[in-house]
């Protein structure tokens, strides 16, 4: 191959790269754009129990169209029961009052079962929803997924539905505030 050919064909492809738009990659695929609508999930799991004690869960089933309207701090954790996945739960417990005054709902998804995540709402008291994706078929679509695991991975999504905060590679002891200190920014800079 002459070297004019073979410039001809780095310059090409240079220009094919330019034609698609930047994707952030994660260790668990491609992440969703921030400022764009966040990908759409339907998932079974539990929830808190109506006007029950915190950490009783009862069957659920929540999609993204159920928080309309509402802040979401949408966490993707590997598994109920492991060390940093419960200190990251027990840190969204925690300041969940705080994310409520805020207008804001928290909702953890795992590969976990149902089963699982009621006894780990149940040991660590947690008052949001846990939801079971153990095909990773919605962590896929949030880039938070290598098989048999959700990565640690949060995403915060406003009231229409667009996407506009991500952390990956999250580290859980005080993940739960730096979420909220985001919140609370993001706010008052939507509203201007």
């Known amino acids: ?6 410039l ?32 759409g999930f339907q998932l079974g799991g539990v929830g808190p129990g109506e006007g029950a004690a915190a950490g009783t869960a009862v069957a659920a089933s929540r999609s ?4 309309a309207g509402q802040w979401l701090v949408l966490y993707f954790y590997p598994r109920d029961f492991t060390g940093g996945c419960t200190i990251e739960a027990r840190g969204f417990q925690k300041d969940l009052e705080a994310f409520h005054q805020a207008g804001a709902q928290v909702v953890g998804i795992s590969a976990d079962d149902p089963d699982s995540h009621a006894e780990f709402c149940g040991s660590e008291a947690l008052a949001f929803p846990l939801l079971s994706d153990p095909a990773g078929t919605v962590s896929k679509r949030y880039g938070s997924w290598i098989a048999p695991f959700s990565q640690r991975h949060t995403f915060l999504i406003d009231p229409q539905g667009v996407l506009r905060s991500s952390w990956v590679a999250v580290r859980p002891s005080g993940h739960s505030q730096e979420v909220l200190a985001t919140l609370r920014q993001q706010q008052p800079a939507l509203r201007a």
Not at 64 to 67: A, T, V
Request: aromatic fraction near 4%; charge should be positive.
């Open 8 to 39: 001809r064909g780095i310059s090409v492809s240079a220009l094919g790269l330019l034609a698609f738009p930047p994707q952030a990659l994660s260790i668990g695929g491609v992440l969703p754009a921030l400022n764009q609508p966040a990908p």
């Open 1 to 6: 191959m002459k070297r004019r050919d073979l």
């Open 64 to 67: 993204l169209s159920d928080f």
